[in-house]
């Protein structure tokens, strides 16, 4: 007969057989810093039917997930450390979102990025937590800027200080990404296939609080 030894709570496990013990994530003092999360993509030249992109799936130091092929990531293009959650202890505080293209891209670019998308954030999985058209993200209430239709167009998303965005709060408190909580930021276009006249680099920004180890 197998001889049984005395498991958690009780319970009797064969002598020989590995179990282990789990336990919470560790603890720790966080001290919260006002620095958003960002991240970039590139959109192509064609897309196909229905196609999207996501953000904050690939960090620092991984190549884009689009275009061009081989180019990394550096501080310029994101700040997160793992790919689509937030180190443990780090956390976040939702406060808003926000979306720019660089200057210089033309009117019909700008036609196709902002009216023709659909702005997502997923959080804890695939539950939508926001879905807008990505014209009317929350963060300063429109796009804003000037444009030509040869080049030269400029757009963001609001007027750029922190009274133009609305906080996401449940029960006075923001939304808190935990650390190792899965989230992504997805663009798509539902009406099926875009063309774009050159490569255009596109910024997402979760607005709100950093919250750090001290």
Request: charged share 10%.
């Amino acid at each position: 007969m197998m001889q049984q030894g005395a498991g958690a709570g009780g319970y009797a496990f064969p002598a020989n057989y590995p179990y282990a013990f789990s336990s919470p994530l560790p603890s720790a003092i966080l001290r919260p810093l006002q620095q958003p999360l960002y991240d970039t993509e590139n959109l192509p030249v064609g897309l196909a039917p229905a196609q999207e992109i996501a953000f904050f799936q690939r960090q620092l130091g991984q190549t884009m997930a689009l275009i061009p092929a081989g180019a990394a990531k550096t501080e310029s293009e994101t700040n997160l450390t793992q790919p689509g959650q937030l180190p443990n202890p780090q956390e976040f505080s939702v406060f808003g979102f926000n979306m720019s293209v660089p200057a210089g891209v033309v009117l019909a670019d700008f036609l196709v990025i902002y009216l023709a998308s659909v702005f997502q954030f997923l959080y804890t999985g695939n539950r939508i937590y926001l879905q807008v058209p990505a014209n009317r993200i929350p963060a300063g209430v429109a796009a804003e800027g000037f444009a030509g239709a040869a080049g030269g167009t400029t757009i963001h998303q609001g007027v750029g200080h922190v009274s133009n965005f609305y906080k996401f709060t449940i029960g006075r408190s923001a939304l808190r990404i935990r650390p190792t909580e899965a989230f992504q930021v997805r663009l798509r276009w539902p009406l099926g296939a875009i063309t774009a006249s050159a490569i255009t680099r596109i910024q997402v920004f979760i607005l709100g609080l950093t919250w750090n180890a001290l």
